[in-house]
């Protein structure tokens, strides 16, 4: 799906199977961010063929957070020269699940060790500026990527269309969870790209969603 000249969503749409939305910027250099779970890859495949691209035209891969879903479909980038991006603290978790995902099974740590050790502040990729945000709560080094040229916000697992990150999985933290969703409600967004399913754009339909999020659920965070 294009949402912009140079960028794309792939939606995940299935509803028994989880997966999560991955998101292109397609400009002098390929970003593609949350590549998904291995098995399900092909859905990213079959998209990056439809725009005439496969996974040696992508120059870096980005994720919001370390959980499978997210992130396990990197290993189909090792070798193909992307350089891979990922928070330092959700690295850390990565180690630390790394025992309990390797026995189940398709799973190398080595292919998911990452080239760029993501920071809150600027990051500059050819002539993409995007800032990144550490908003931990789903994940302890849970970022969102905010693109402010084409004032888009790909926020991972924080917020969802009418909902918010879960916090009980290793590392979620509520309160957390709370801050790091008011550190971005004030930016000015026109496509909200979460994790999971559908995005929203507009300016004001995001607002929107931000202030439901803020009656229905931080006042319980």
């Known amino acids: 799906m294009q949402l912009d000249k140079q960028l794309h969503a792939f939606i995940w749409r299935s509803m028994s199977v989880n997966n999560c939305n991955t998101y292109l910027i397609d400009r002098s ?21 439809e725009l005439g691209l496969t996974v040696a035209d992508i120059d870096v891969v980005l994720c919001t957070h370390a959980h499978p879903d997210h992130i396990e479909a990197v290993q189909r980038f090792k070798g193909a020269g992307a350089l891979f991006g990922l928070h330092a603290a959700d690295w850390e978790l990565v180690r630390q699940m790394a025992p309990h995902l390797q026995a189940a099974g398709g799973f190398s740590l080595d292919a998911l060790t990452p080239d760029l050790l993501l920071q809150e502040g600027e990051l500059n990729i ?19 990527f905010y693109w402010p040229l084409g004032k888009v916000l790909v926020t991972g697992d924080l917020v969802f269309k009418a909902g918010v990150g879960r916090t009980d999985l290793p590392g979620g933290d509520g ?47």
């Open 29 to 49: 250099r390929r970003i593609l961010i949350d590549p998904g779970h291995s098995a399900y890859f092909d859905h990213v495949e079959s998209g990056l063929r």
């Open 126 to 144: 050819g002539d993409t500026q995007l800032m990144v945000y550490h908003t931990p709560g789903h994940s302890p080094g849970s970022v969102c």
């Open 175 to 221: 309160r957390q969870l709370k801050n790091s969703i008011q550190r971005v409600a004030g930016l000015e967004v026109d496509h909200l790209l979460t994790g999971h399913g559908d995005t929203i754009s507009g300016t004001q339909e995001v607002q929107r969603n931000f202030q439901r999020l803020d009656s229905a659920y931080l006042s319980y965070l």
